[in-house]
């Protein structure tokens, strides 16, 4: 069982707290040249609206930037993992011998694919609610950002949710549901200050915490967090270059601009109660799930 394999290393509690804040600090560091760049390139005293400082830089420097954190994060990650834990990445990513990459490539396809049609559709359905914003050198570079990047942003969040905290709180409380409502939780609590909330109000915590339950179930049920690391990168990769928004967190040169009025109620009910359980299906069927209720009720 893959949060089992926490109890093989002597690793209270305590430790994951501590290896949190490591990682939270490194986080920080990384922060440091977006706080410089804006202070300079934007013009404005410190005092300002630190979302209307950002937004005022270039969209392509300003994705660069708010990616740094989780690159010096991850590096505070793998510093934890190893010398604090005393563990190798690979023991907080599956129970496989290797990380299965042909998995998380699989994930990634299928819902790059999934993504992509659904858009097509909406805009052959409401074109009117986009607008045309391709530029082919600003594409490049987003381009090239984002798949260097935006990869690493995704792993990072699901190494430490799916695969850190999940195996830290399954050695806490020795069971299965509680780590996988504790982490779906935190993850969807860390969205609180993104400018979607603002838009759409506290309801769309219930998207974050459902995906996050949706990614944690996945993690459980194929022991290891290769499918979910597919999954977000395609989620977020995908997402950036090809649409944006005017209120999203990640604004990029991607190919349309969304100027719709969103809708909250509509992403519940097509990603949590549709789209989500059709990749479960899908992904059971691939990888021959069974025992579900072991999986994910269990104590061990």
Known sequence: MFLKQALQFKNPFW????????????????QIPLTYVVM????????????????????????F?????????????????????ERSLISITTTRDKIDWNRALYAFVIWSGVTVL?????????????????????????????????????????FIFRGYLMQGFGGLFKNTW????????????????????????????????GTGLFLGIMTLMDEGIELALGFHAANNLVTALLVTS??????????????????????????????????????????GWSNWKSKLISKF
Request: no cysteine; charged share 15%; proline share 5%.
């Open 246 to 287: 005017t209120w999203t967190a990640f604004q990029t040169e991607s190919v349309l601009i969304d100027v719709s009025e969103p809708s909250l109620g509509a992403e519940l009910i097509v990603s949590l109660l549709l789209f989500y359980p059709l990749f479960l299906l899908l992904m059971s069927k691939k990888y």
């Open 65 to 85: 930037l708010l990616l740094i954190p989780f690159a010096t994060a991850f590096l505070g990650l793998l510093l934890v993992v190893r010398k604090i834990h």
């Open 15 to 30: 430790m994951y707290l501590l290896g949190s804040f490591v990682i939270i600090i490194f986080s920080f560091l990384g």
């Open 118 to 158: 659904l858009l097509g559709i909406d805009y052959l359905i409401s074109p009117e609610h986009y607008e045309w914003n391709f530029n082919l050198k600003r594409f490049a570079l987003l381009f090239v950002i984002g798949v260097l990047f935006i990869p690493i942003q995704t792993s990072l969040e699901e």
């Open 178 to 209: 509680a780590p996988l409502l504790m982490t779906s939780l935190i993850f969807g609590s860390l969205h609180l200050f993104n400018p979607e909330v603002e838009k759409l109000g506290y309801g769309i915590l219930v998207y974050y915490i």
């Open 40 to 63: 300079q390139e934007a013009g404005v005293s410190p005092g300002g609206d630190p979302m209307e400082m950002m937004r005022s830089i270039d969209k392509n420097l300003q994705l």
